[in-house]
């Protein structure tokens, strides 16, 4: 079986930082994944994470701690396009990728 | 790359009618998947293929929906027949085997409409 955690929502200001975590219980573990998806829209890929540690790409970091079974997404200098859902995907034995129910973003003036 | 091609974008039809959605992954990626997504359940995953083969159907929710992929470029999602609570957004996803950092790659979606 598979579990994962994120908050549902969260707010925050443009020009902030603002962290999204994820918990996740899984069946084996390759990799997580986090993807980005804005509304009526189809998700995208933002990051990849197989070893501990921080993975930064821009704007955008991804942390993972695989003994905790433990992600999360830093986003810096927030923007107004930044306001979507970010989805927790962590990629198991089974060799498919199953998605959190994601954590809707907004990002305020 | 045209990316992950599906078809219709939107589709709407009455309860009991035969539904039939389209995928056509990205040329070469060996793993085709369909997804599901509604506000109340999120993305789940009904099944996935590899290299045209059915390995994984535990996430389709019942004898009513059944998917095909005849050969490496198409692949369908057909639901009949179609019920209300069958209403969501449908996403079909292609990845190469070595898909290591960059995931999957998802096409527009399918808005189906069941009344």
């Known amino acids: 079986g598979q579990n994962i955690d994120q908050p549902t929502e969260m707010t925050a200001t443009e020009g902030a930082i603002v962290q999204i975590n994820c918990t996740y219980q899984t069946s084996g573990f390759n990799g997580l994944f986090w993807y980005q998806q804005h509304a009526g829209e189809a998700p995208t890929f933002l990051s990849y994470?197989?070893?501990?540690g921080l993975e930064e790409k821009g704007r955008f970091s991804s942390f993972l701690s695989r003994s905790k079974g433990y992600s999360y997404l830093l986003l810096k200098e927030l923007q107004m396009k930044d306001s979507a859902s970010y989805l927790c995907?962590?990629?198991?034995?089974?060799?498919?990728?199953?998605f959190g129910a994601g954590t809707r973003l907004t990002v305020k003036p | 790359d045209a990316g992950v091609i599906q078809s219709p974008r939107h589709e709407v039809t009455e309860m009991g009618q035969e539904v039939t959605l389209r995928c056509k992954p990205i040329?070469?990626?060996?793993?085709l998947f369909w997804y599901r997504q509604t506000m109340m359940r999120g993305l789940e995953l009904l099944i996935y293929f590899n290299n045209n083969v059915p390995i994984d159907d535990s996430g389709m929710p019942e004898d009513r929906f059944s998917a095909k992929m005849p050969n490496a470029s198409f692949s369908t999602l057909k639901i009949q027949p179609s019920e209300p609570r069958d209403s969501a957004v449908y996403f079909c996803a292609s990845s190469h085997s070595h898909r290591g950092p960059y995931g999957y790659t998802f096409g527009s979606g399918t808005r189906l409409t069941v009344v």
């Open positions: 995907a962590p990629w198991g034995n089974n060799n498919d990728m199953r």
């Open positions: 040329s070469g990626h060996d793993y």
């Open positions: 994470n197989v070893l501990d």
